[in-house]
């Protein structure tokens, strides 16, 4: 059996019961819902380290199997520091899975000609870290402008002004490029963090119209990966969203949802951010 999976990493999405001030609900994010109802399962975004958890010792976490908080000591805010970074590029889930000969992509597509020139931004985030440990799972402005890579708003309104050749695209197209790309690859990551931006807006309203566009782009997904029998694994690296009183990030566990073959295995080998990289890992092992 062939195996494909595709990876949604949401940045800022807890698990908290329903709300006045919680958007993610049926009638703002239907498909999410319905994901988190019948294929998710809470895990742990705290690492038993105290305080809030944070975006760069989560998603180093997430990626490497290593509980990177405990390691650091603390939860780190932001894009990672030296050490965090040493420890996610020589440890990450795309080295781990490239090494067992599998072919990896990170879909969102940079506004850069190469990895290179990638590799000369000042800041990098854990996802950045990765991709540049294995360069050619790297996507270009090149390959957003021939649909071979998804940019990380979705539809790419934000960067009309500046590549009017990257024409903008609904999110059922944004969902059908990822689609297309995956067929190429074993692993195909895309990471979307507009949920947590949106989150420390306190904007409710915002919050609602950044869940309803990654929705309808969940909604094309799913449904394409569920008949084509490709695993889809979504989760996030702490809570944030569904707490729009709060400013800051929530210590709420986070769903993990695993759609399609695998998906029990999967649900059953998590409990915290720390379980993801293995768990992946241990499914493509099986095969
Ligand atoms: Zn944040």
Known sequence: ???????LFI??????????????????CPTLCRLVNDHSKPI??????????????????MFTGLNCAAAMGKHCEGFPGPALRQLVAENNLFLQLDRRGKRVKFADGYLVD???ELALHRF????????????????????????????????RETIQDRYPDIPVVSPQRAAEHLFALAQGYDFTLYEFFQT??????????????????????????VRHTENAGITLVMTADHGNI?????RGHTTNEVPFIAVGPKEKELRSRVRSLADVTPAILSVFDEI
């Open 1 to 7: 059996m062939v195996m494909k999976v595709i990876f």
């Open 11 to 28: 940045d800022g999405v807890g698990m908290r019961p329903p709300a006045a001030d919680n958007p993610v609900n049926p009638e703002v």
């Open 44 to 61: 742990d975004a705290c690492l038993a380290v105290e305080g809030v958890p944070q975006s760069a010792t989560g998603q180093a976490t």
């Open 114 to 116: 190469s990895a290179d």
């Open 124 to 155: 990098k985030s854990v996802t950045t870290v990765m991709a540049l440990s294995l360069p050619k799972s790297i996507s270009t402005a090149d390959d957003l402008a021939r649909n071979e890579a998804v940019y990380q708003d979705l539809t």
């Open 196 to 221: 947590d931006v949106s989150g420390h807006s306190m904007d409710y309203d915002r919050a609602c119209s950044v869940l309803r566009v990654y929705d309808q782009f969940l909604s094309t997904l």
């Open 242 to 246: 569904e707490n729009m009183s709060e």
